[in-house]
């Protein structure tokens, strides 16, 4: 998240005690944070039941809806008191557990604007209640825990999925976000930067998706028996809800309703088309038919792609990170994943993993100081070598991190309860052994 308006502790004593609320930016990121929930229910429900056999159809919705319900009390709870609070470098306090303190700006029914990190070093006024800024960012928070679960759609236990993504974010997600996007943390201290979650959402979620994969092993007749989607409608349904929903990830991003915001909505529309038109592109040049699947997925990759650059890149460098997306992507679902053989069922890893690593690295590349200059920093953050050094650090921290997380979590669940279904359950498909309820 782009965290702009950074003022000085000098000036301070200069600003009133409850910002003013901007009604035009309160109305933004209220319609983002509705887009970004379109995003998970029902985005990434029919993205993901698209692409899996019938027989698992309304088990994969499952996952989606439930984890849109545990991550937002996980939020209001501790996850946003946690993240946005004034802390050490590593971590915030619970001073804001239950979302305690977020009533203080209302006065006879209006709300006022706040200061995010008030007692911090690099306070940030905020023009729309922080009412709203909590909503928008659990619906991130959402969307990245039900990314992950991609990776062993069709064979995990709905319990150990459920306790596994409750521990996932308040240990990856949770202080990776603080790491990254609070004016406190040390990753940008270090000077990293992520507009929308290339690391945060993308880099955390596809790397514990690929540790979710290895640990859970391969479907039962992967590479032997016909895997393939039930209903492909269905996912072409999807992606372009989180297609359009992206505008308000990334627009919503700019934290009101601005120049910066409708730059980032422009660049999320070139590099989505342009991840289409790459992944057909070398799907057409090798297979020799472009698939519907494929130019959809290659939607969603230049989509990842985009994210962390959105705020800091013009046109131009949208196209080509877009397209770029849409090539390497493809090569990491088509290829790495078969030369390496793990199973990530729905390409977590292959998708939002790999997409959100080059966006994160070549944000550094192109980065255009004027769209994020500010009246205190009017030189804006630029391209640099600097940068994209800090960039890589970033990337590689998030790696690190996520999969240790992931791992050491996975085999304690796994040991306490175990991971995957048995075989027979399997065979039979989630939606009647897990739900008792399935597709006529």
């Known amino acids: 998240m782009c965290i702009v308006g950074l003022i000085p502790d000098s000036a301070l004593g200069a600003l009133p005690v409850m910002p003013v609320l901007d009604s035009g930016d309160t109305a933004w990121m209220l319609i983002s944070s509705a887009l970004v929930l379109l995003m998970t ?58 979302l305690n303190g977020i009533l203080g700006n209302y006065h006879m029914g209006v709300d006022k604007g706040f200061i995010l990190g008030a007692n911090g070093n690099n306070p940030v006024i905020m023009t729309i209640p922080q009412s709203v800024y909590v909503m928008f960012q659990m619906t991130f928070i959402i969307i990245s825990v039900a990314i992950l679960v991609g990776s062993v759609a069709e064979r995990i236990k709905f319990s150990a999925l459920c306790i596994f993504c409750i521990l996932w974010a308040l240990f990856s997600y949770v202080p990776v976000a ?5 004016p406190t943390g040390w990753l940008a201290n270090l000077g990293a930067i992520d507009f929308a979650g290339g690391t945060v959402v993308h880099i955390n979620a596809g790397i514990a998706g690929l540790i979710c994969a290895l640990v ?54 070139i590099a989505a088309a342009a991840g289409g038109i790459g992944w057909m592109s070398i799907e057409w040049t090798i297979r020799k038919k472009p698939t519907v699947l494929g130019i959809v997925s290659g939607a969603v990759a230049g989509l990842v792609v985009i994210t962390p650059a959105a705020g800091f890149v013009m046109p131009g460098p949208a196209l080509l990170m877009g397209f770029l997306g849409g090539l390497i992507c493809f090569w990491s679902c088509s290829y790495l994943k078969r030369k390496l053989g793990y199973d990530d069922s729905l390409d977590a890893f292959g998708i939002h993993g790999m997409g959100g690593i080059i966006g994160a690295i070549l944000t550094g590349v192109f980065a255009f100081g004027p769209l994020s200059a500010t009246e205190t920093d009017p030189v804006g953050i630029s391209a640099s070598l600097h940068l994209v050094i800090a960039q890589i650090e970033a990337v590689a921290v998030t790696i690190i991190w996520s999969s240790l997380v992931s791992f050491v979590l996975l085999k304690i669940i796994d040991c306490l309860i175990g991971l995957r279904v048995d075989t027979d359950s399997e065979r039979q498909g989630l939606d009647m052994v897990l739900h008792n309820e399935q597709i006529n």
């Not at 627009?251 to 999320?268: E, F, I």
């Open 216 to 269: 859970a092993g391969k479907r039962l007749g992967y590479g032997r028996s016909d895997l393939a989607p039930h209903n492909v409608g269905y996912a072409v349904m999807g992606a372009s809800l989180l297609w359009i929903g992206w505008f308000g990830f990334n627009g919503g991003s700019a934290l009101g309703a601005n120049g910066r915001a409708a730059m980032a909505v422009l660049v999320t529309q």
């Open 178 to 182: 603080y790491w990254v996007w609070n």
């Open 41 to 98: 229910i029902p985005g990434l429900a029919l993205f993901y039941a698209g692409m899996v056999r019938k027989k698992n159809v309304l088990a994969t919705m499952m996952q989606s809806f439930a984890i849109c319900c545990l991550v937002t009390l996980i939020w209001i709870t501790v996850g946003y008191s946690l993240v946005f609070t004034t802390g050490n470098s590593f971590i915030g306090n619970l001073s804001q557990f239950m």
